[in-house]
C-alpha cells in the first residue's frame, strides 16, 4: 500500500464524505480492500500503543499506592500524566476501529453488488464464497478489537476517580485508603492487557488472510 497516498488525501474525510475519499483513491490504483488492511494495520499498531500505555499507568499506580517516602507530588503528576495519555490513546483505537468499520462496510456492499455483474457462474460462486470467508474473519476481528475497546472505558473511569480523589487528597492518610484499590485496577488493566493482546493477533491473522 502506497501509504503516502493516504496522507496526502486523507483530508478528503474531513473535507468531504468518504465515498468521495474511496473514489479519489480508486483513481490511483488503490483499493477499499488495501485501505481496509492498511486500517486494520494502523488500529493494531494504536492497540499496541495503548497496551503500553496502560501498563505504564499501572505502573505509576502501583509506585504511588505503595508510597513509602520520597516526592509525592512527583508520584502524582506521572500518574496524571500516565492517565490522560491512557484516555488518549484509548480515543486513537476507537477511532481507528471506526475507520476500519466504515470501509468495511463500503467494501463489502460493493463485494455483493458485484457479484450480479459477473457472466460465469463458476467465478460468481468463487467470489461469493471468498466473500463470506472475508466477512466471517472481519466479523471476528470486529469482535475482538470490539471487545478489547469496552474494557477500557472501565478502566479510564477507575484511574480517573483514583486520580481526582488524590487531586484534592494527596497525602498519606489518602494514599492509605487507595490501597485497597490496587487489586481491582490491576485485575483489570491485565484483563486488558489481555483482551488487547487477542485483538492484536487477531489483526495480524486478518492481515496475513487478505494480503496471501
Not at 64 to 72: E, P, Q
Not at 186 to 191: A, G, L, R, V
Request: charged share 25%; glycine share 4%; hydrophobic share 40%.
Amino acid at each position: 500500500m502506497h501509504r503516502w497516498f493516504l496522507l496526502a488525501l486523507g483530508a478528503l474525510l474531513v473535507a468531504g464524505c468518504e465515498s468521495t475519499y474511496y473514489s479519489t483513491m480508486e483513481r490511483f490504483g488503490i483499493e477499499k480492500r488495501e485501505i481496509l488492511v492498511d486500517r486494520v494495520s494502523d488500529a493494531r499498531d494504536s492497540q499496541t500503543e495503548a497496551q503500553q500505555q496502560f501498563a505504564s499507568a499501572l505502573e505509576e499506580y502501583t509506585a504511588l499506592v505503595n508510597f513509602d517516602g520520597g516526592d509525592l507530588q512527583r508520584l502524582y503528576d506521572s500518574l496524571s500524566d500516565d492517565f490522560e495519555q491512557s484516555e488518549a490513546a484509548a480515543q486513537r483505537v476507537s477511532d481507528r476501529i471506526d475507520a476500519i468499520e466504515r470501509v468495511a462496510e463500503a467494501l463489502f456492499s460493493e463485494w455483493q453488488d458485484e457479484l450480479a455483474l459477473y457472466s460465469s457462474a463458476s467465478m460468481r460462486r468463487d467470489s461469493e464464497q471468498k466473500l463470506r470467508a472475508t466477512q466471517r474473519r472481519y466479523s471476528q476481528l470486529l469482535r475482538a478489537m470490539r471487545t478489547a475497546e469496552q474494557r477500557m472505558q472501565p478502566v479510564l473511569d477507575g484511574l480517573r476517580d483514583n486520580v481526582l480523589y488524590l487531586k484534592h487528597n494527596l497525602n498519606a492518610s489518602a494514599i492509605g485508603a487507595l490501597q485497597g484499590e490496587l487489586d481491582t485496577i490491576e485485575s483489570d488493566i491485565e484483563q486488558l492487557l489481555s483482551d488487547m493482546a487477542s485483538a492484536i493477533a487477531e489483526s495480524d491473522a486478518f492481515i496475513a488472510s487478505m494480503t496471501l
